[in-house]
């Protein structure tokens, strides 16, 4: 079963906007990683937050993580049109098997 | 430094028929894991090889599923009889070891359309 789930399903913005990816989830976690898929790369992984964390940047990427609700946020600054993938977050549980599991995705669409 | 290898990228069998996919992760790496991605959804774990020792098969769905880790290196999963529900892209993905900070690194995929 799907331990994550990114909000909203879709996103479309133009290149230079900020874009917000939203992740919920339902267990306690050790940590939350985020990746991204295009049809050139393949699934890539972004950037990993541990659950003592709050906030962690990488370039034009903030990933914040609330654990008292269950949730976690990528921003993407300034946007680029070779942003355009899905993006996942991926958890690993607290207690549980030593495996990621990974929401459906968010489609993000940066219009040049 | 080479990427994770997967063979091959595209397979259209018929229902019933056996297929196989091979990956060769990175070199040094001791994990490797087979994921499965349904279109729209994330990649869902099936097997994860700690070296040539499975460490988590509690998804794959073994009466048709099965892999195999030989020497530690390269890995083959095949299924026999292949279902409908069983189109997907097959990912393979390796990493450094089984501690889950540790980034996984993730093949390209191979495409399988099931009619």
């Known amino acids: 079963s799907q331990q994550g789930e990114e909000d909203p399903q879709a996103l479309s913005i133009q290149e230079g906007e900020n874009a917000t990816m939203n992740c919920s989830y339902k267990?306690?976690?050790?940590?939350l990683q985020w990746y991204r898929q295009n049809s050139g790369r393949g699934l890539v992984h972004l950037i990993l937050?541990?659950?003592?964390?709050r906030e962690k940047h990488s370039g034009r990427l903030r990933v914040t993580l609330d654990t008292s609700k269950k949730s976690s946020s990528l921003l993407i600054t300034a946007s680029r049109a070779a942003d355009t993938a899905s993006y996942f977050c991926?958890?690993?549980?607290?207690?549980?098997?030593?495996?990621?599991?990974f929401g459906k995705g968010t489609k993000l669409t940066v219009n040049p | 430094e080479a990427g994770v290898a997967q063979s091959p990228r595209y397979k259209i069998i018929e229902k019933r028929q056996s297929v196989a996919f091979w990956c060769n992760p990175i070199?040094?790496?001791?994990?490797l894991y087979w994921y499965q991605q349904i279109l729209g959804q994330g990649p869902k774990l099936l097997i994860q090889?700690?070296?040539?020792?499975?460490?988590?098969d509690s998804q794959l769905p073994k009466d048709r599923f099965s892999a195999e880790r030989l020497k530690g290196v390269d890995s083959t999963l095949k299924i026999q009889p292949a279902k409908l529900e069983d189109s997907a892209v097959y990912l393979c993905?390796?990493?450094?070891?089984?501690?889950?900070?540790?980034?996984?690194?993730f093949g390209p995929g191979t495409r399988l359309t099931v009619t």
């Open positions: 090889f700690q070296n040539n020792g499975v460490v988590d």
């Open positions: 937050i541990r659950s003592n964390e």
């Open positions: 267990t306690s976690i050790n940590n």
């Open positions: 070199s040094g790496h001791a994990t």
């Open positions: 991926a958890t690993d549980l607290q207690g549980g098997s030593e495996k990621l599991v």
């Open positions: 993905a390796s990493s450094q070891n089984r501690d889950l900070t540790y980034e996984q690194y």
